[in-house]
């Protein structure tokens, strides 16, 4: 049987998919609470990591550790940088990048940490397989690139800024650490993001608004995969 890890930094944002699934055992451990569920015969880990670039590294390397899944989803919400997206969107990650990085002063490129890819992309299986779960849903669900870093987003000034030196479509707060571990572990790895909010002025408050209910649509999407596979 296949192992399947699912992650999401916050509780609501895996909480709706935890609710359609039979969860076995579900422990804490260091700031990250973990549970198995099983799913049409596949072992499902489930973790709430935390949030942040250093919680998202610690908690996915430990579920490759201890778990060796097969894959790694992670799900959650981030804030449209591209006008193209709106609230409630899914957007699949194709690539992510991390916003804060700078060694340009030894040299690197912007956004480069040296001897680790500036880009990890999405694993393009994953990618796709989740495409056609949505087809087959009639769900909607896009491509974009992220960028990530640890800063929750809530003005335009450091939007435009983020958006004008990444060129990406979202912002959140932990998928290139997730990418860059599954990578250095040779784990197909692939994000779902939902839009919550603008990254503007008001941001915080459309946030808490849609958190609940684009958590849900991400969960809808993960179920009909589960169960498609
Ligand atoms: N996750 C959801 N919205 C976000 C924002 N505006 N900035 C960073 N992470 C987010």
Do not use: W
């Amino acid at each position: 049987p296949q192992t399947i890890a699912i992650i999401s930094a916050m509780k609501e944002e895996l909480e709706p998919l935890k609710g359609l699934l039979t969860l076995q055992e579900e422990h804490q451990l260091g700031g990250m609470s973990l549970a198995v569920a099983e799913s049409c015969g596949q072992r499902v880990i489930l973790a709430v990591s935390g949030i942040g670039k250093a919680n998202a590294a610690a908690c996915i390397q430990h579920i490759i550790s201890i778990y060796r899944p097969d894959e790694v989803i992670n799900i959650g919400a981030a804030g449209a940088l591209n006008h193209r997206f709106q609230v409630g969107d899914v957007v699949l990650v194709t690539e992510s990048i991390q916003h804060d990085v700078d060694c340009t002063g030894v040299g690197e490129a912007p956004h480069t940490l040296p001897r680790v890819p500036r880009i990890i992309p999405s694993n393009e299986s994953l990618l796709q397989s989740l495409e056609q779960t949505a087809l087959d849903m009639e769900l909607t669900v896009h491509r974009g690139r992220v960028a990530t870093g640890d800063a929750f987003i809530s003005n335009n000034e450091r939007r435009k800024q983020i958006q004008d030196c990444t060129h990406a479509d979202l912002v959140e707060m932990e998928t290139a650490s997730f990418a860059q571990i599954a990578h250095l572990n040779r784990v197909p790895f692939v994000s779902v993001r939902s839009v919550s909010d603008n990254a503007d002025g008001v941001a915080e408050i459309s946030f808490e608004t849609f958190l609940r209910e684009i958590s849900e649509r991400n969960a809808t999407l993960l179920k009909g995969y589960l169960t498609s596979k």
